[in-house]
């Protein structure tokens, strides 16, 4: 165990309850398929209310691309069960259709013109939100964007942040502590996030259909299937949400302000190839700006730190403002064995995972190491279920799972810690779950993908076809409460109502809302 790790957790353990009021909330996504397996090409189901507005029930990139948001709760069994009933009330709303559980996905079709964008209704903040997601499309393709994953929302209780502030006799502004210790934990997570990748990736194949014109790599399967054999997570990879632009974007995560810099310059610098697309072609906006990113959403990251944001507000303004409030934790395949795309032992181990990853030593990164996640990130995310596996660790090949169960020892310290705040035994018995992984890779979701696979004629879609209806069957057998029904159903016309609202008031034009916006 490192030393400061040793030393936190020293003063840690006799007083774990200051860590009773940690909070959660997930963000997942899923793609809507019609009865055919294909994507959906209808309207958002007016009864799950406004896209736009809803605080549970939105859209990402597609107008098929649900995303589920759950209040941030004191409990993980809250935070699920919210999720679960979340899932009911959209089947009771959607008619024949039905989730797509998998993180990659399959029948959207040959063309990007049959993934339909998300619509925001006509104020002037949805035309913004759709023109964003085309600006998305135009820049990368549209398929790239119709991946889907599940976001973990976590924040540390102010009493946690008072006692180590206290405990380390530290003098600063306590936002400003706060601040550095999510970067610290921000780094480490990215750090050791090859074991994430091995133990919670689900995406080892994926359709034909996907990769169609594109220099892949990928061995066949079967008919219209591709995979690696040793793949964890083809949506982690070059082929999935990731891209050459930002390959070469380096933000800093040693510092906020720096962070913030970062961003903001890339939402401010002209990019040659974006700018060859034109803002406007005949007289039709084709993406927000010709810069870096379009706005800071754009880039993407395994974690950020995140600040809930003002109406109006940008999230760099945000942060800026108010400091971090918790971190959102992204790089989690969906896991299509749960209806609800996660399970219990992942949520105990992500947050196992994120007070290790604050508690330890931390140094700041130097300029070669942000290449060299991305290497690692390489190697874990297309071989890392392959035998004897090795992974670059400050610049030396590392025997992969000496590494990893050094990493899941150390955390079974900080799991019992988690156990006493929370008085359970969940979050230990996750690390033992993660530790059998490593030690038999075929019990990972990537390996029960593939064998499963295997009962369906190696057939992606028909694995998925089959585990979408399964999935479907079990939450309409299930009905939702009486109180849960009125609940959503009262916040889906509350969201109609407030959509209207929005769009009623809008006084400029959609020009000078966008100039005012980007200025």
Not at 369 to 380: A, G, K, V, W
Not at 402 to 428: C, F, G, I, P
Request: charged content about 20%; some cysteine.
């Amino acid at each position: 165990m490192n030393a400061q790790l040793q030393q936190q957790l020293a003063w840690l353990s006799p007083q774990a309850t200051v860590l009773k009021n940690m909070r959660r909330g997930l963000e997942k996504e899923a793609l809507r398929m019609n009865k055919e397996g294909m994507i959906s090409q209808t309207e958002h189901p007016r009864a799950l209310g406004s896209a736009l507005t809803h605080p549970h029930i939105t859209t990402d990139y597609s107008e098929a691309l649900i995303e589920l948001i759950t209040p941030a709760t004191k409990s993980i069994d809250e935070t699920l069960d919210f999720l679960e009933d979340l899932h009911r009330f959209c089947y009771q709303n959607m008619g024949e259709e039905r989730l797509w559980l998998n993180s990659m996905p399959c029948m959207i079709g040959l063309e990007d013109s049959q993934i339909p964008l998300a619509y925001y209704g006509e104020s002037n903040i949805g035309k913004l939100k759709t023109l964003y997601r085309h600006g998305l499309g135009v820049r990368y393709g549209r398929k790239m964007q119709t991946i889907a994953g599940i976001h973990y929302n976590l924040s540390f209780p102010s009493e946690f942040w008072q006692a180590w502030q206290q405990a380390s006799q530290n003098n600063q502004d306590p936002q400003e502590f706060i601040n550095e210790k999510y970067f610290a934990l921000i780094r480490n997570f990215q750090r050791h996030s090859f074991l994430l990748l091995y133990l919670l990736g689900a995406s080892p194949a994926v359709c034909a259909c996907f990769l169609l014109g594109r220099q892949h790599g990928l061995a066949s399967l079967s008919a219209g299937t591709l995979y690696q054999p040793y793949a964890t997570s083809l949506r982690m990879s070059r082929l999935g949400y990731q891209n050459t632009v930002q390959r070469d974007l380096q933000v800093s995560y040693n510092h906020l302000p720096d962070y913030i810099d970062n961003l903001s310059n890339a939402i401010h610098t002209p990019y040659p190839p974006f700018a060859d697309i034109g803002v406007k072609k005949d007289g039709i906006y084709q993406q927000m700006n010709a810069n870096v990113l379009q706005i800071e959403n754009e880039y993407y990251g395994l974690i950020r730190p995140k600040q809930t944001t003002q109406r109006g507000e940008k999230p760099t303004q945000a942060l800026k403002a108010r400091g971090i409030e918790y971190i959102e934790m992204r790089c989690v395949d969906l896991n299509p064995f749960s209806p609800i795309g996660i399970d219990k032992p992942t949520a105990h181990f992500l947050e196992v995972y994120a007070l290790h990853s604050v508690l330890s030593d931390s140094e700041f990164f130097a300029e070669d190491e942000y290449h060299e996640l991305s290497i690692r990130q390489e190697q874990m995310v297309e071989q890392g279920r392959a035998p004897a596996l090795q992974v670059t660790i400050n610049g030396q090949a590392t025997d992969f799972k000496t590494q990893a169960l050094a990493l899941l020892n150390e955390m079974r310290a900080v799991a019992l810690v988690l156990d006493d705040a929370h008085q359970t035994t969940r979050y230990s018995e996750s690390i033992d779950q993660q530790i059998a992984k490593v030690e038999q890779p075929e019990l990972t979701y990537a390996a029960q993908v593939l064998a499963e696979m295997a009962k369906h004629n190696n057939s992606f879609f028909a694995f998925g076809a089959a585990i979408a209806e399964q999935h479907r069957d079990y939450f309409l057998s299930q009905p939702l409460s009486a109180e849960r029904v009125a609940l959503f159903t009262e916040q889906a016309q509350e969201s109609l109502a407030a959509q209207k609202a929005i769009e009623d008031s809008d006084t400029l034009s959609f020009d000078e809302f966008l100039a005012e916006y980007i200025k």
